[in-house]
T-cell receptor, first 110, second 114 residues
Framework: DTGVSQDPRHKITKRGQNVTFRCDPISEHNRLYWYRQTLGQGPEFLTYFQNEAQLEKSRLLSDRFSAERPKGSFSTLEIQRTEQGDSAMYLC????????FGPGTRLTVL | ELKVEQNPLFLSMQEGKNYTIYCNYS?????LYWYRQDPGKSLESLFV?????AVKQEGRLMASLDTKARLSTLHITAAVHDLSATYFC??????????????FGKGTHLIIQP
């Protein structure tokens, strides 16, 4: 499969726990994006990497959120001290031009 | 701040009918995207519109872009049940001087009934 992959696909956690998601982009794509989508809404931009550099962060990305792309390939998104409001689908996309989206990680915070 | 508005947000239509979904955006941008999302699934890229007057067609779907009016349309011709999904338009922020991500509309939930 040469598309964008994300792991895990589903995560259920208790409030206050930390969670980490992984995204593997399409191999030749140098740009990688994270979005969050809540029920009934369109995706909201969180952050963007070009190669290993994190070039932009949305104000939606609170201090509890951190993203890395250490070698310019895969990326991780960590949420610390999760809150119920963090429950959402977290989408990763990669691009050279148009963005191609992965299947998403659905997070449920109890 | 870039805003993207779609209408209608919900559309129920019969097979065989034609309809248009509208996407308005608030700041200058010349890159607009249409995506399809099935329930519980991720987004599938449908069209990329890169210039004023761009028109693209794929099967029963046709998308157009008018950058002067800041309007894109997604036209459905002779709808079939398989087109039932949620359709999102998204605008590239960077053309409007913003971050290099996309701003999405709320989506149009389309149900096509036999």
């Amino acid at each position: 499969d040469t598309g964008v992959s994300q792991d895990p696909r589903h995560k259920i956690t208790k409030r206050g726990q930390n969670v980490t998601f992984r995204c593997d982009p399409i191999s030749e794509h140098n740009r990688l994006y994270w979005y969050r989508q809540t029920l009934g809404q369109g995706p909201e931009f969180l952050t963007y990497f070009q190669n290993e550099a994190q070039l932009e962060k949305s104000r939606l990305l609170s201090d509890r959120f951190s993203a890395e792309r250490p070698k310019g390939s895969f990326s991780t998104l960590e949420i610390q001290r999760t809150e119920q409001g963090d429950s959402a689908m977290y989408l990763c996309a990669s691009s050279l031009g148009p963005q191609f989206f992965g299947p998403g990680t659905r997070l449920t915070v109890l | 701040e870039l805003k993207v508005e779609q209408n209608p947000l919900f559309l129920s239509m019969q097979e065989g009918k034609n309809y248009t979904i509208y996407c308005n955006y608030s700041t200058t941008s010349d890159r607009l995207y249409w995506y399809r999302q099935d329930p519980g699934k991720s987004l599938e890229s449908l069209f990329v519109l890169l210039s004023n007057g761009a028109v693209k067609q794929e099967g029963r779907l046709m998308a157009s872009l008018d950058t002067k009016a800041r309007l894109s349309t997604l036209h459905i011709t002779a709808a079939v049940h398989d087109l039932s999904a949620t359709y999102f338009c998204a605008v590239d922020n960077i053309s409007g001087g913003g971050a290099d991500g996309l701003t999405f509309g709320k989506g149009t939930h389309l149900i096509i009934q036999p």
